[in-house]
C-alpha cells in the first residue's frame, strides 16, 4: 500500500542525491517502511547505490526498492486500475 508519496525533480544529479539522502530515511519514518526508488536506467541505479553506499554518513545502500519508470507505471496502473491493469 502506498501511504505517501514524494516526488522530486531536478536535472542535476547531484540535488536528486543530496534530497534522496535527506529523504529517504527520514527519523520519524518506521524502520521497514516500503521505499521505492524510480530509476530510468541499470546505469543510474548503479550510481545512486554507489552514492548510498559510499556516503560516510549512512554507508548502506539497503532497505529500499528500486524499480525502473515502465514497471513503476505498471505497479501504479495496478493499483489505481485493477480491473483494467494490463498483463
Known amino acids: 500500500d502506498v501511504k505517501q ?41 548503479q550510481r545512486v547505490r554507489q552514492y548510498l553506499a559510499e556516503d560516510p554518513s549512512l554507508r548502506i545502500a539497503a532497505g529500499f526498492q528500486t524499480l525502473f519508470l515502465n514497471d513503476a507505471f505498471e505497479q501504479l496502473q495496478k493499483k489505481i486500475f485493477p480491473k483494467h491493469a494490463y498483463k
Open 5 to 45: 508519496a514524494t516526488v522530486f525533480l531536478s536535472n542535476r544529479f547531484e540535488r536528486l542525491l543530496g534530497h534522496l539522502k535527506e529523504n529517504l530515511f527520514q527519523w520519524q519514518s518506521y524502520p521497514f517502511s516500503k521505499r521505492i526508488i524510480v530509476i530510468p536506467s541499470r546505469t543510474l541505479e
